[in-house]
């Protein structure tokens, strides 16, 4: 595999350790998750073809079978993370009944992902800082990125409909839920315990139970 930008030529010989077109299957899917650890750990720059080779159990040669180039390969990982979490998150949007009632099945689905694979939410939170240091890949992951737009607009329109927001309020709490999405991942994402906490604090804020006016406090204390 090649540095960004990079293609092989038509007529090129096979390279050393290039396996056949009808290799083993879930070699891709190897790749893509050993990548997404080497991306979540190193970072795009420092995540080199070797590394990315060595942690799939293969060559470079034949890693450049599967992917044209390492900003292709960013592009597919973040894709296939977009997909993994995405997918889950619009079916339990779905099914919900209120705005409230959505953003409890997502916040508990975010945390069963992340203690099924932790990965997941690094490679996100590393997808942060390299779009900044990286031009290439911020162009090269715009279009995937629209699902988490698209999956916080619908989640959002549940509430408009049952009453619970504003029409006017939609853009704003837009923003909220998507500050409180990236808080899970960049800022609590390596603890189990403390995203636990994190997420249950999160329930009980939208359920009325963490914050109370002063007055309704004061009240309660009597």
């Known amino acids: 595999m090649r540095d960004v930008g990079a293609r092989r030529k038509p007529g090129r ?18 790749i893509l998750h050993a990548a997404r650890h080497s991306f979540a750990e190193l970072g795009y720059e420092a995540a080199t073809n070797k590394t990315l080779a060595d942690g799939a159990g293969l060559t470079t040669g034949a890693l450049y079978h599967y992917f044209g180039s390492k900003l292709d390969l ?36 975010a945390h069963e992902l992340n203690l099924a694979d ?18 290439e890949l911020r162009r090269a992951i715009a279009r995937p990125a629209t699902r988490r737009e698209r999956f916080i607009h619908n989640l959002v329109e549940i509430g408009v409909r049952t009453g619970e927001i ?5 853009s704003r709490t ?49």
Do not use: C, W
Not at 118 to 135: M, Q
Not at 179 to 193: E, H
């Open 118 to 135: 932790p990965s997941l939410a690094r490679f996100l939170g590393a997808v942060r800082v390299d779009v900044r240091r990286t031009p």
């Open 13 to 30: 010989p096979a390279t050393l350790g290039r396996p056949r077109a009808n290799g083993a299957p879930g070699t891709r899917e190897r």
């Open 174 to 222: 837009e923003a909220m839920v998507l500050a409180l999405l990236i808080g899970l991942v960049d800022a609590v994402s390596d603890s189990p315990i403390t995203h636990r906490r994190a997420v249950d604090a999160m329930k009980a804020l939208f359920g009325g139970q963490l914050v109370r006016a002063p007055g309704e406090r004061r009240q309660a204390r009597l």
């Open 74 to 109: 960013y592009a597919a990982v973040y894709d296939e993370v977009q997909t993994i979490v995405y997918a889950r998150f619009d079916a339990t949007v779905a099914e919900a009944e209120s705005f409230v009632a959505g953003v409890d099945a997502v916040l508990e689905v």
């Open 166 to 170: 504003s029409p006017d309020d939609r």
